[in-house]
């Protein structure tokens, strides 16, 4: 278990819909994550906040949109879903201190648009 | 620009060593992970290199050559639970510190 925690764990919907994805990170970490991972794909990263701002953005559609809150839990809000859209979204947490830094995944959200 | 290699597939057989090879071109280096993802599971946290030489952690070791832009993962005792893919990431200073990850080696373990 690596202290991050994610929900849902599952998610069936339809296309043209909206969802969101949450994250809790690991105690103490200012740091998370989203990253997007299609069917034997590679992880694509999405977005990156610390501390409730905006850090870095990767290969994220505008149709997502992200924002991490000041007890600095996340969400992900993914609308107009396209068939494409379907995939494992891993959030990931780190301390943003020390030499380190790694990552920590929580246990995903599959997403499935129908 | 960036680009991350691994082989995109290798089989072993229980109980032998295997070397997961990754080469990289990036901006700024600033670290190498490796980590561990099981199907459809989170990816888990195995090695970190910074400096070039080989770091030992049990059964698996990681070796770095900055210079080659270079690393691999050892993995020794190869037990069935070791099948999984095994992700190459490398933190880019000039990305903002982020990591950029390659498409990962899937790991097929044979009796």
């Known amino acids: 278990d690596s202290g991050v925690t994610q929900t849902p764990k599952h998610l069936i919907t339809a296309t043209g819909q909206r969802v969101t994805l949450r994250c809790s990170p690991r105690?103490?970490?200012?740091?998370v994550y989203w990253y997007q991972q299609s069917l034997d794909q590679g992880l694509q990263f999405l977005i990156q906040y610390y501390n409730g701002e905006e850090r870095a953005k990767g290969n994220i559609l505008e149709r997502f949109s992200a924002q991490q809150f000041p007890d600095l839990h996340s969400e992900l809000n993914l609308s107009s879903l396209e068939l494409g859209d379907s995939a494992l979204y891993f959030c990931?947490?780190?301390?943003?201190?020390?030499?380190?830094?790694?990552?920590?995944f929580g246990p995903g959200t599959r997403l499935t648009v129908l | 620009g960036q680009n991350i290699d691994q082989p995109t597939e290798m089989t072993a057989t229980e109980g032998a060593i295997v070397q997961i090879n990754c080469t990289y071109q990036?901006?700024?280096?600033?670290?190498l992970f490796w980590y561990q993802q099981h199907a459809g599971e989170a990816p888990t946290f195995l090695s970190y290199?910074?400096l070039d030489g080989l770091e030992e952690k049990g059964r698996f070791s990681s070796f770095l050559s900055r210079s080659k832009g270079y690393s691999y993962l050892l993995l020794k005792e190869l037990q069935m639970k070791d099948s999984a893919s095994y992700l190459c990431a490398v933190r880019e200073r000039d990305s903002n510190y982020q990591l950029i990850w390659g498409a990962g080696t899937k790991l097929i373990i044979k009796p």
């Open positions: 290199n910074v």
């Open positions: 990931a947490s780190s301390s943003g201190k020390g030499s380190y830094n790694e990552q920590f």
């Open positions: 105690s103490g970490d200012l740091s």
């Open positions: 990036t901006s700024g280096f600033n670290g």
